[in-house]
Each structure stands twice: as structure tokens, then as C-alpha cells.
């Protein structure tokens, strides 16, 4: 999962991209960078890292114009220690292209010996996002007749790109001396808005993975980017919009409602927290049926996302609603961070404890979702080390049995702990007396509740659908012997040449 940001502007966009990354990083806690655009060249700053660590006032002086893009990052496809595949990333013909992309290619192998054999391109890094470029950048020389872009052109580009790629992507893109380019895939998997600012000097565009920071920078919000659109803002704040797929329907990732997103934000027209309150009088419902509420002392939440849930289920049960857990918020986010020992070691340096709301008590601890285990094993065992009586510990989302292959890091079965195992072995697992989980249909209803025009999500994690239709179980086992052996999942080219395309980077 990645965050992405394109802004065209009426002065300098450097602080502005600056903050809006900071806006961005819950998405994203690896590798952040920013590309500008000045008269006649791209101007980049990348690493990796947190956004306040890779940005000093020397580099933010050198990112000069009033045009750029933004990206922060953690891997699902590729290296997380190669500063090479921090982004954006940079081609110069045609034209010159920056761009940034969230999401997760399923046909990336395919693109890069195709780049290789057809279109005679290279690829430098084992990024898909950087084949995700290449397609682009060969789709606009195919459809220039001219030395010159328009829209017309620039979304017939799109359209070759959407059939060549299938997976999922939302991109924003900077043609040097031309506009931001800014599309989704066909099947909305991953989300996309765009806001407007009115100056004395003519409108500013803003194009973002989520709608907060629109808000955050004082732009008014329009609306998502749809499914297969794309839009082009000129350099002189003109805007076009066109549909470049052919049979776009729109299918969210839930994910980001469960997790990712932050709760103000609103993603295609739903509100993030009101879905999560809706995920937590769901699975108030669920406990009912299953336990004795009249057993459970407290409700309390794993901070922070599973907070809105956690709360409307104590509600809608009349049990208390207590915080026994507090946040350590110098700590990354646990399911981000790229090694499970990392994880494990940093769960009690993120959370603490408090005695006195445990002690003697029968607790019901409210999570977003159950992923690893990991995590979930360490705080029960800490409400245990706190004086808990007994530890029933609920998930607002349904048990995650299966690998994700659209942006989500946990690619492998053999790391999710509710694949292959009943309720009753992942709750031996985790430690803890009682295990509760979110119903499926109850989960996407949700979200339904408040957005009646979504019928369909991108939920493979959870249902083992994959609606790109082309991941079979033998690419699954490729994805896998591929990440157990350390390499890309997406190719790996032996003997590749190592060249460095940054512009910029962190000494």
C-alpha cells in the first residue's frame, strides 16, 4: 500500500507536496520522494524512510516549480532496502515522465520481458511500478503523431496502458513542460480523488489517494477519480477527464475500510469511520449470539483504527467502553514493518498497558483485523501480565485466510494465521478464552450501508476472489517460492545491469 500526490499549482509546490506526504504517511513508512517541474527539467528527492527524515531544507530548496508529484512507500512488490525503488520513478522518453503508483501489478513479469522483446525497453529496478512507467511511456509514443501532446492523445495512451495491464493501480504521472496526468484502474481497486483550489490567479489541482488531504491543504474535494478514468490537468490549469476503459466497474479494496485509511477520509463517497462504526454494531450482533455478555466487564480497543468499532459495539452491547491501551505514536505500524521479528519485538514498545483497567476484570479487546497472529498473541498476553480475568478478543473484519495480490503485504499463506485453521486452533494460537470474527457478508455490508452504489470490493483476502481473474493457484505458488527465496514478486533478470536513475538521492 502506497500513497500518491499530484499537484499543479500557481506558486512553488514543494512545501505544499511536502505536507501533503505527511498527510499521506499513515500509507506508507519505507521510502517517500517528491519530483518537480521546472522550466526545462525534472528536479527529485528520494529515499528512504519517513517523510521528515528524507526531506532537508537544502533538498526542498532544489525542488523548484510550480508542478510535481509526490509518492510514500512500502513494498509489496520489490526490494524494501533499494533506495533505487524508492519513488517517483523517471523516464525521459517521451517527452520526460515522473510517476507515482499504489497498487500491485498481477501481470508484471509478463510486462517486463515484453518491454524487453517488443517495445526494447529497459527495466532497472525489479519494481512493477517501474514497468508500470515504461508501459505508459511506450503507449504515449505510440499514440504521438507529433512533437506535441493533447488530451486526446494523452488518454489514448491510457487506454492502450489499461489493456496491456491488468492488477491494480492508481497513478499520478508529470509529463515535463505538459500537466499531471492522474488514472485508476478498471476496476477501482485502489482509490483516487482529486480536489480544486480557486485563486486570483486561476484554479489549482490536487490528486490524492485520499480525500484528507485535500481537506488538510485547504482544497475543496470534487470527487473520486472513477474506475478506468483518467484525468489531465494542464500546466496552465486547464482540466480533462475521459473514460479509457472499456467495461470499468467500480470494486474498492475493503482493506481500506477495515485498516489503511484514515477515518476522516472518504473513499468513493463512504466514510471511512462511519463504515467502521457500521463494522462494529455488526459485530456487536455476532457476540450476542456467541457469548454471555452478561460475562464481559469492559470492551476496550487495540488503538488506534479499531477505535470507531470497538466503540459502537460496547454501545450497542451497554458494556463499558474503556482504554486499557495506550500508544506509543514514535513507533511505525506494526503490519507495515518488513520482518516479522521486527514486528514482534515492537509490539510492546507501540502499546502499554494499564493495570488498573485490566485487573480482576473479564475483558473483550475489539481489533480491526487479524492478520499474522503476531500481534494479536502479544496483546493478549499483555492484558494477562495486566491483571485480566479473562481475555475474549474480537477482529471487526473477518478471519484474512487468503494471500492479497493487489498492494497488501501478506502475499504468503504460510504467514497468515487463519489459513488452513477452525476458530478454535487460531484461538489456542493467540491465547486468548474466546475469538470472535466479523461475518464476510456482514463486513461488505457495511460499507453497503452508507454507499448503496457499491455492490462488489476487492476482498480476496477475506473470500479467496480475485477479480482480475487471472491469479491461479500456480501463481500464488510462484508468488510465494519467490518471496521465501528472497527475490521480486514480481522477476527476477539474472545479470541485470545497475544503474543509477535518481536524480537526486539521501546521502
Partial sequence: MCGIVGLVARTPVNQMLYDSLMLLQHRGQDAAGIATGSTNSFNMWKGNGLVREIFRTRNMRNLVGNIGIGHVRYPTAGSSADPEEAQPFYVNAPFGITLGHNGNLTNAAELMEDMFKRDRRHINTSSDSEVLLNVLAHELQEATSSFTLDPATIFKAVAGLHRRVRGAYACVAHIANTGILAFRDPYGIRPLCYGVNETPDGPEFLVASES???????????????????????????????????????????????????????????SVYGARLRMGEYLAEKVKREFSTGDIDVVMPIPDTSRPAAMQLAMKLGIDFREGFFKNRYVGRTFIMPGQAVRKKSVRQKLSALPTEFKGKNVLLVDDSIVRGTTSREIVNMARDAGAKKVIFASAAPPVRFPNVYGIDMPTRGELIAHGRSDEEIMRMIEADGLVYQDIAAMKQSVRDLGSHIQNFEASCFDGHYITGDVSPAYLDALEAARVAGKSATHDIPGKSQLNLSLASPD
Avoid: T, W
Avoid at 488531504?213 to 480533462?240: K, N, T, W
Avoid at 476503459?245 to 463517497?269: T, W
Fill in 212 to 270: 484528507v488531504v485535500l481537506e488538510g491543504m485547504g482544497f475543496r474535494f470534487v470527487r473520486d477519480v472513477a474506475p478506468g478514468e483518467a484525468i489531465f490537468i494542464g500546466a496552465d490549469g486547464s482540466f480533462h477527464s475521459y473514460q479509457c476503459a472499456d467495461k470499468p466497474s467500480l470494486n474498492p479494496c475493503i482493506f481500506e475500510y477495515v485498516y489503511f485509511a484514515r477515518p476522516d477520509s472518504i473513499i468513493d463517497g463512504v
